[in-house]
Structures are given as C-alpha cells and as structure tokens.
C-alpha cells in the first residue's frame, strides 16, 4: 500500500501513471494511484485484512492479494499480477 500511496502522492500533475513492485515471492505487480486518500491506520488495518484471509486457509501471497482488492475498490485504485491470472 505505501507503493500505492507513493505514486499517488509524487504524480500530483498525473506524469506517472502506473507504477511497479516485485512481491516476496518474485512476483511482480503493477498499480495505480489511489484517488481516494489512505487513512492513517490502513496499514495495520490491511495487515488485520491479510491475516483474515490466512485464517480462511488462502496462502500469504494470495491473503495480500485479496486484502489489496477490496482496498481497491475501497479507495480507486487498480493492480494486477504481470503475466497472472
């Protein structure tokens, strides 16, 4: 997310509009800057999101995945998986 935010915040004038990150386990990512401001406790509150989702059985990388998609859709941005599914 402080990728997501980052871009956000250094594309003020939209020069930049998608940005890349290669996750723990070498897969790589690509993002958008979000349109609706990250609150201040989003970070712990995504870490809580992600081990939900371990709980429910799903792996880490895919917990990290679906945590990301519902912040997507919370605060507009959007990312995929490069040669994913």
Known sequence: M??????????KEG????GLTVGHDGSVYWYTGNLIK??????????????KYMHMGYNEVRSQELALSDYAK???FEFGKVGGD
């Open 2 to 11: 402080s990728d997501i935010s980052a871009l956000s915040q250094k594309s």
């Open 15 to 18: 020069t930049v509009g998608i």
């Open 38 to 51: 990250f609150n201040k406790n989003d970070n712990r509150l995504y870490g809580t999101n992600i081990k």
């Open 74 to 76: 919370k605060y507009k």
